[in-house]
């Protein structure tokens, strides 16, 4: 079946640091990939999609490219902000039939300190 | 233009205990589903539904009931609540269902614990 792997957290970074989440997946097929934001008290939100291979989603300075060859959809963003801190998840969805289900990664914990 | 709304924000119950879990939309989204959130384990797929009348199971439906009578809402019921309930439900709803070509949208969730 499909499944998401990012790296565990907690991350903690100062204000205008690099930030990379990694992200690896298994799927039968090419799946769609996405990134979701959850900020302190609320529910997801989209932040960036790719739906085929060499896509690169960008949203808010926030880029992640899909890598088939690596099976992988690392986020990243050049200069972080406190506004930044937030748990993130990446998922993916298969293209095909039913493909109702998103499957998530645990999710990762971004602080960013001033 | 609330997009999704979820009551209660918070709930404990006891065991055994039966409630519902409300949830709302105002996009005329025909998918709606249901996510539970637990520590270390990202979310799961309880139940979802593609149009009025229509429902199906998710990853993990044990222990959930679902209907929809109406395009606007999706209602969650625990028939007897157990602590292994005990976790944070989303609701989302989108216009078609295929995250690949329409946004999911989210709500701010409900935190459930059972004693």
């Known amino acids: 079946g499909n499944s998401v792997t990012q790296m565990e957290g907690p991350v903690t970074l100062s204000e205008e640091a690099f930030l990379t989440i990694n992200c690896t997946y298994t799927?039968?097929?090419?799946?769609?990939l996405f990134w979701y934001v959850q900020y302190p008290g609320e529910g997801l939100q989209l932040l960036l999609k790719a739906t085929k291979a060499d896509d690169k989603g960008s949203n808010k300075g926030f880029e992640a490219t899909y890598r088939k060859e690596t099976t992988s959809f690392h986020l990243e963003k050049g200069s972080v902000q406190v506004s930044d801190s937030a748990v993130y998840f990446c998922?993916?969805?298969?293209?095909?039939?039913?493909?109702?289900?998103?499957?998530f990664g645990k999710g990762t914990l971004l602080t960013v300190n001033p | 233009n609330a997009g999704v709304t979820q009551t209660p924000k918070f709930q404990v119950l006891k065991t055994g205990q039966s409630m519902t879990l409300q949830c709302a939309q105002d996009m005329n989204h025909e998918y709606m589903s249901w996510y539970r959130q637990d520590p270390g384990m990202g979310l799961r797929l309880i139940h979802y539904?593609?149009?009025?009348?229509?429902?199906d199971q998710g990853e993990v439906p044990n222990g959930y009931n679902v209907s929809r009578s109406t395009t606007e809402d999706f209602p969650l019921r625990l028939l007897s609540a157990a602590p292994s309930q005990t976790s944070v439900y989303f609701c989302?709803?989108?216009?078609?269902?295929?995250?690949?070509?329409?946004?999911?949208?989210f709500g701010p969730g409900t935190r459930l614990t059972v004693l």
């Open positions: 539904s593609v149009g009025a009348g229509i429902t």
């Open positions: 989302a709803s989108s216009y078609s269902g295929s995250p690949s070509t329409d946004t999911q949208y």
């Open positions: 998922a993916l969805s298969d293209r095909g039939g039913s493909n109702y289900k998103l499957t």
């Open positions: 799927a039968t097929g090419y799946p769609s």
